[in-house]
């Protein structure tokens, strides 16, 4: 009788924990994931674990949404596929992964990192055809200038299902970007206003700002540029 209920009793404790612990993992889902996508570059030293040597790195770093995982993380030339990541607070963990590339080669990643004033910190471990290499680095997203006109476009859908909606947008030769300030979309029933200007739909403007390549929740590509300076350009 008391084998039973000691039985019963771990029985219990076992299912607790495991419900305890799948909660905490739920606990990702609805964390500012966005404020990590993007395209960063990246500047630092790493270190070759046959050799020792130490040599300076500059590399193109790029995030994306995951759907597995909280992220997708490509450290440029270095791996030639994307790596799952997952958030928690302002820092990303990067599990030990391996994959095999269309060449027959292996890759393999592990790191984490840390965005600290939209500044990215990361440290990571790579394998591949060109060895081993341990990282450090940093650095944050491009800021480039681009001309457009300004447009109203249908907001890309982020929940299902999709809650349609309105918002500005710039209308480029690469085709219709996402305009958002600090991170955040402009509906169309608000005003535009950049430094104290407002700007209206059909104004010719150019804007510099950070380019991101996101994901909705349909799995669509779209293109956001967050606003840091604009400015209205003569018919």
């Known amino acids: 009788m008391k084998i ?14 495991f419900v305890s612990c799948d909660k905490n993992n739920q606990t ?13 570059y990246l500047e630092g030293t790493c270190e070759e674990y046959v050799s020792g040597g130490v040599f300076l790195d500059e590399r193109e770093v790029t995030i994306k949404k995951g759907t597995e995982a909280d992220l997708l993380i490509n450290i440029g030339s270095l791996t030639s596929v ?18 095999s590339n269309f060449d027959g080669t292996q890759s393999s990643l592990q790191g984490k990192g840390e965005i600290k004033n939209d500044t990215l910190f990361l440290r990571y471990k790579a394998g591949g055809s060109f060895g081993v290499v341990d990282c450090e680095c940093k650095g944050g997203k491009e800021k480039t200038t681009y ?15 999709c809650l349609p909606g309105i918002i500005f947008g710039l209308e480029t030769f690469y085709g219709n970007w996402v305009l958002s300030i600090k991170s955040h979309w402009i509906w169309s029933d608000n005003e535009l206003i950049v430094e104290d200007t407002e700007y209206f739909i059909g104004d010719k403007v150019k804007i510099t700002g950070i380019i991101s390549r996101k ?13 840091q300076t604009m400015t209205k350009l003569s018919e």
């Open 4 to 17: 039973k209920i000691c039985f019963n009793l771990i029985i219990t404790l076992v299912v607790i924990l």
């Open 215 to 227: 994901q909705d929740a349909n799995s669509s590509q779209y293109t956001e540029l967050e606003i």
């Open 28 to 40: 990702v889902e609805g964390k500012d994931v966005q404020r990590f996508l993007g395209i960063y």
């Open 147 to 161: 001309i457009g006109t300004i447009i109203d476009m249908p907001n890309p859908c982020t929940t299902v299902p």
């Open 82 to 99: 994307d790596f799952n990541a997952s958030v928690s607070n302002d820092s990303l963990y990067i599990p030990f992964q391996m994959w």
